[in-house]
C-alpha cells in the first residue's frame, strides 16, 4: 500500500464574474491529497491518513477520494477545511492559502502510527503539511517512525513560498528530511528556493546531491521535461506531449504519483538502489505520459490507469 499524509483542501477557483463580484468553483485540491487521488486510479492500493473535516467541503473531498479508490485512514473532525484562493494565467495556477486551525493540521503522532501496518510499502509527504507548526513536527516524526518499520519514504517538498513564514527553519527541515527519504522529487523553482545560496540551477543540483541519500531523485522542469540522477549523472527526459493544454493544476503531483505506482506495480521497492538507466527512463516516461493527460482536463484530474496503456 501507498500510504500518504499532508494537507487536502478546497481550491477555489475564479471561473467568472457578476454584477462585478468574481464567481468561483470549489475543487477538491491539496497537493498530498491530489497524488493519493491520482495513485488510486492507476490500480494500486492508497491509504490517506490526514484528518478530513465533516463539515460539506469535507464530504466532498472525502467522497472524491472513495471514488478514485482510495481508502480513507484518517478521522473526520469537526474543524473547518482549509481553503485555497487559486488564481489562474495562461494555464498556470497562482495560490493564497487559509488553513488556521483546520481539519487537515489535527494530526497526533500516536494515531498516525496506527496505520504504520504490515501492508504498508511506501509513505509519503511533503507540500504545507510541512511549513509550520506542531503538525509540521508530527508529520516529520512520523517519518522517521515509518522509516523504522521498513517502509519506504518518498518526499516532494512543492515549495509554497507565499505560505512559509520562517524559511530558515522550513529549509532545515526540507534538507533533513531529504538526508533521510529513499525516494524524492522536487521542480526547478523548488529546487532553487530551497538552495538559495546557488547562483544557478547547476550549483543547486550539486548542492543538492551533496546532501542526499535517496534511491531516486527526480528534478522536474514543466514543460522541459524531467531530469533523473543515476550513478553520478543527471539524464533528461523530453516532457511528454500535451494534446490540448487545460491548465497544469496537479501535473506535480500525478507525475509523483506515477513514480510510486510504477515503482510499486514492478515490484521495484525492493531494488531502488539498482535500478537500471533504462527502468528510470521508462519511469520517466510512464510518469511524464500521466502528468500530460492532467493537463488536459481542467483542476486536477489524473487519468485511471485504462488511459496510460
Request: charged share 20%; aromatic share 8%.
Amino acid at each position: 500500500m501507498i500510504l500518504v499524509g499532508g494537507e487536502n483542501l478546497m481550491d477555489m477557483i475564479q471561473v467568472g464574474n457578476r454584477n462585478e463580484n468574481a464567481l468561483f468553483e470549489a475543487v477538491p485540491g491539496g497537493s498530498p491529497y491530489n497524488l493519493a487521488m491520482a495513485a488510486g486510479r492507476q490500480g494500486v492500493q492508497v491509504g490517506y491518513v490526514t484528518p478530513i473535516s465533516e463539515d460539506s467541503n469535507g464530504d466532498q473531498l472525502a467522497a472524491n477520494l472513495l471514488s478514485s479508490n482510495v481508502r480513507l485512514l484518517g478521522p473526520r473532525v469537526s474543524a473547518p477545511t482549509s481553503l485555497a484562493m487559486v488564481n489562474i494565467e495562461g494555464g498556470t495556477p497562482s495560490y493564497a492559502f487559509y488553513r488556521d486551525r483546520t481539519a487537515e493540521r489535527l494530526v497526533t503522532l500516536d494515531k498516525l502510527i496506527q496505520n504504520l501496518t504490515g501492508e504498508v510499502a511506501i509513505f509519503h509527504i511533503g507540500s504545507l503539511a510541512l511549513t509550520s507548526g506542531s503538525d509540521a513536527s508530527v508529520w516529520e516524526e512520523f517519518v522517521g517512525k515509518a522509516m523504522d518499520k521498513g517502509v519506504k519514504v518518498s518526499l516532494d517538498p512543492n515549495v509554497r513560498p507565499s505560505l512559509i513564514a520562517e524559511p530558515d527553519l522550513y529549509r532545515q527541515r526540507i534538507k533533513r528530511l531529504m538526508t533521510k527519504v529513499d525516494i524524492l522529487k522536487l521542480s526547478d523553482e523548488d529546487l532553487l528556493w530551497l538552495f538559495n545560496d546557488s547562483v544557478d540551477e547547476s550549483s543547486a543540483l550539486s548542492e543538492l546531491i551533496s546532501i542526499v541519500n535517496a534511491d531516486i531523485v527526480i528534478l522536474t522542469q514543466g514543460s522541459k521535461g524531467s531530469l533523473i540522477w543515476h550513478y553520478d549523472n543527471w539524464y533528461e527526459a523530453p516532457a511528454y506531449p500535451v494534446g490540448k493544454l487545460s491548465d497544469t493544476v496537479g501535473a506535480g503531483d500525478t507525475f509523483m504519483a506515477s513514480v510510486l505506482v510504477w515503482l510499486t506495480k514492478n515490484e521495484n521497492l525492493k531494488r531502488l538502489s539498482v535500478i537500471e538507466l533504462e527502468e528510470k527512463k521508462d519511469l520517466q516516461s510512464y510518469a511524464g505520459k500521466a502528468a500530460s493527460l492532467n493537463c488536459e482536463k481542467q483542476g486536477c484530474n489524473p487519468p485511471w490507469e485504462s488511459e496510460l496503456f
